[in-house]
């Protein structure tokens, strides 16, 4: 939410070495002109105009009132544009997020969990399996009986991608943005193509991150959110009884 | 059955509405608290020990070549500082203006543009990034800062170059500045700029002379110079965080 804030200050992103104002934007928010028929709002990606009036481009201030602004006012730290305060919760969660999850990292194979728990059997490493799951998933059919207990196959998958691609790919990207670091590290400029590609690279990665958490609260939430609380934070899960028809 | 699904569905909906809504009001007020503030900003403290322990102090940022170059350089803050002063200078092409160095100098020093011109130069085509996220590829030209620090004499007890400008961004507030700590100003590619793409300096991008300080974000590169000062601490000078911005609530060390 913060980073929303941050991309407000200039909602547009490019790829490449640079990019500015005058050049071509990969994706922009920005307001358009109704007496042209344009839209008041709307996100532009590449020549595709998408209409997002009230959400992103312009939306609604604490006033009522419409104004031009890249993310809407609730989906933003602060919700008012404060691009100073807004980075200065970026960079203190970013450290947070370093030291937590170098814990979670050491923790996890130290005691094995991500080689027992989260590495796919044999049998999930299928597209039938996963393609499965997919389905399961769709239809909202939860696993039943013992298999309730362990992760299933699109499960790990998410995880996996979550925990060795995305975190790794945020944390790399961020660490791009930074003209200091650059200088130390300026394979990283080779490896995204840029900083204003790893801008956008980390952006993306970010809003992926964002739908994985809005998903997996909502199954949470389908699944019995008291017992998948508890299964989390202590590893005791009860099984559901199941229904008698 | 189907409007008792939708009764549901909607409480759902205006529930999180309601706990989003108290969230982000939640955060707007620590925002604004001083103590939450202040373990905000206990974040830059980190980020400035650790790029200074990762980070050679004369690591070099990335040098592009003539073909990166931005087709326009983004000019951004002031685009002419529009005071009487400034435009007599201007109007003049800069023959009066002359850079003031003092401070904790043993030679206090007042340099025409000829004379700057004069001295040995370096030329660097690099990045410039701001703080609002875009990034524009320029090349500049210009007198290193640690050959003119050396030449008037850094007494041993300076810790930090402040720089004057002749812009006032604001209506009303003291004129633009900011600082630097040694490790910057004697860095390599830590140059007084008087040209960009191979012309005098364009007034929108900060002429006669203005800083390139290519490590840290668009805001350190103070435009409009007219004076360097080498100083103890910078708890004194204007709202005493070490530049325009800073005293606005942004980073001191723009190196993220």
């Given at each position: 939410m913060s980073g929303l804030q941050i991309f407000n200050a200039h909602p547009r992103l490019y790829w490449g070495q640079f990019g500015a104002n005058t050049d071509h934007a990969a994706l922009e928010m920005t307001a358009g002109d109704p007496a042209k028929g344009e839209s008041l709002g709307m996100v532009r990606i590449g020549s595709h105009e998408i209409p997002t009036t009230g959400v992103l481009g312009v939306s609604k201030d604490s006033n009522g009132d419409l104004v031009e602004r890249g993310f809407p006012a609730w989906a933003?730290?602060?919700?008012?544009?404060d691009l100073a305060t807004g980075r200065r919760w970026h960079f203190f969660f970013a450290w947070v997020l370093v030291f937590s999850s170098a814990l979670y990292f050491l923790v996890s194979f130290a005691t094995r969990h991500v080689q027992r728990d989260l590495l796919p059997t044999r049998t999930q490493w299928s597209f039938r399996s996963i393609g499965r799951d997919f389905w399961d998933h769709l239809r909202l059919r939860f696993p039943k009986g013992e298999a309730a207990r362990q992760y299933n196959s699109l499960q790990k998958l998410a995880y996996l991608g979550v925990l060795f691609v995305l975190a790794p790919m945020i944390l790399a990207t961020g660490l791009t943005l930074s003209p200091g670091l650059d200088a130390g590290f300026p394979w990283l400029l080779n490896l995204f193509g840029g900083r204003q590609s790893a801008r956008t690279l980390h952006f993306i990665c970010a809003t992926i991150v964002v739908l994985f958490i809005v998903i997996h609260l909502a199954m949470v939430v389908l699944a019995g959110p008291l017992n998948e609380l508890r299964s989390m934070i202590t590893g005791r899960y009860v099984l559901p009884p199941e229904k008698v028809k | 059955m189907t409007s008792r699904i939708l009764t549901r569905r909607q409480m759902l909906l205006r529930g999180t509405t309601a706990l989003g809504g108290l969230l982000v009001a939640g955060c707007d007020r620590l925002s604004n608290s001083p103590s939450f503030r202040g373990m905000l900003e206990s974040a830059e403290g980190l980020s400035y020990r650790a790029q200074r322990l990762l980070?050679?102090?004369?690591?070099?940022a990335r040098e592009f070549k003539?073909?990166?170059?931005?087709?326009v350089f983004r000019s951004n803050g002031?685009?002419?500082?529009?005071t009487p002063g400034y435009n007599a200078l201007a109007a003049d092409d800069f023959r009066q203006w002359r850079l003031k160095i003092d401070g904790l100098v043993a030679r206090p020093q007042e340099l025409s543009l000829d004379q700057l011109r004069a001295r040995a130069s370096r030329t660097q085509i690099t990045r410039h990034d701001c703080v609002e996220g875009w990034s524009a590829i320029g090349k500049w030209t210009g007198v290193p800062l640690s050959a003119l620090l050396t030449f008037a004499g850094l007494?041993?007890?300076?810790r930090y170059i402040v720089f004057y400008c002749a812009?006032?961004?604001?209506?009303?507030?003291d004129p633009y500045y900011e600082s630097i700590d040694l490790i910057d100003a004697f860095h390599p590619q830590t140059i007084l700029a008087y040209e960009l793409n191979g012309t005098r300096l364009p007034v929108a991008n900060g002429a006669p002379l203005r800083l390139r300080?290519?490590?840290?974000?668009?805001?350190?590169?103070?435009?409009?110079?007219?004076r360097i000062q080498a100083v103890?601490?910078?708890?004194?000078?204007?709202?005493?965080?070490?530049g325009f911005w800073e005293d606005r609530g942004y980073e001191w060390y723009a190196g993220i």
């Open positions: 933003t730290i602060p919700s008012y544009q | 980070v050679g102090h004369n690591a070099l003539e073909s990166d170059l931005s087709p002031t685009s002419d500082p529009d007494n041993a007890s300076a812009d006032t961004l604001e209506m009303g507030a300080v290519e490590r840290q974000l668009g805001y350190k590169h103070a435009k409009y110079i007219m103890q601490d910078i708890d004194h000078i204007g709202g005493g965080k070490g």
